[in-house]
C-alpha cells in the first residue's frame, strides 16, 4: 500500500472526529428513542375507551412552566406565584390529568371557536427535551393537546387547574377564571 497523499489524510482528520462524535452519541440516541417508545406504548396500554392521558404517568416531571408562572419540582413542589392551594396539590392535578380523545373531525369543527392558545412546558431534566403542550379553555370543557399530539377534551372548572383569585391572576392571554 503506498503512502497516503496530503489531501487524503487532510480528509481523514476531518471526518475521522465527526465519526468518532457519532459513535459517542449513538448509546443516548438509541436510549432517547427506546424510551420514547416505551412510553408510548404504556400510555396506550394504560387508559381504553377513548381516554387518554396529558402526560404519561412514568415519567419524571422536573418543572411545569405555564405562561404566567411556574411549579418546579422539589419536596414539596415549588411555585413562583401565590396559590390558593399547594405546589404539589396542583403538580398533581396537572400531571395525572386524562380526559376523553378527540377525533380529527371534530377537532376541525371546534378550531373556528378557539381563542388564542396557551402552552404547558413539561420539563423532564437535562437529558430528554420537554414536552410543549398546547391548551385552550372553551365555555364547556378544556381542549388539550398531549405528548403524543393527541387531542383531548377535559370538564373541570378554571379554578381547578389554576387555583387564582381575579385579584392574583397576572395578566395573560386566557382569562382563566372566567367561569
Given amino acids: 500500500m503506498g503512502r497516503f497523499s496530503r489531501r487524503t489524510f487532510n480528509n481523514f482528520l476531518i471526518v ?29 396500554v394504560l387508559f381504553s375507551d377513548g381516554v387518554i392521558a396529558l402526560i404519561p404517568e412514568d415519567i419524571s416531571v422536573t418543572a411545569l412552566r405555564f405562561p404566567t408562572f ?9 411555585t413562583d406565584f401565590p396559590l390558593n392551594i399547594s405546589a404539589t396539590e396542583l403538580a398533581n392535578r396537572w400531571l395525572h390529568i386524562s380526559g376523553t380523545e ?18 404547558l412546558v413539561v420539563g423532564l431534566g437535562e437529558e430528554l427535551k420537554p414536552y410543549r403542550l398546547t391548551f385552550y379553555e372553551l365555555p364547556q370543557f378544556w381542549l388539550m393537546q398531549n405528548w403524543e399530539s393527541r387531542w383531548l377534551a377535559v370538564s373541570v372548572e378554571s379554578h381547578y387547574l389554576f387555583p387564582f ?14 367561569k
Avoid: C, V
Fill in 16 to 44: 475521522g472526529p465527526l465519526i468518532f462524535i457519532g459513535i459517542m452519541h449513538l448509546p443516548d440516541y438509541i436510549k432517547e428513542q427506546l424510551t420514547a417508545n416505551n412510553l408510548a406504548q404504556n400510555a396506550a
Fill in 70 to 78: 411556574t411549579l418546579t419540582q422539589g419536596f414539596p413542589w415549588e
Fill in 102 to 119: 378527540i377525533s380529527g373531525e371534530i377537532y376541525e369543527q371546534l378550531k373556528r371557536d378557539l381563542g388564542s392558545p396557551s402552552t
Fill in 165 to 178: 383569585t381575579k385579584t392574583q391572576f397576572p395578566n395573560s392571554n386566557s382569562n382563566s377564571d372566567s
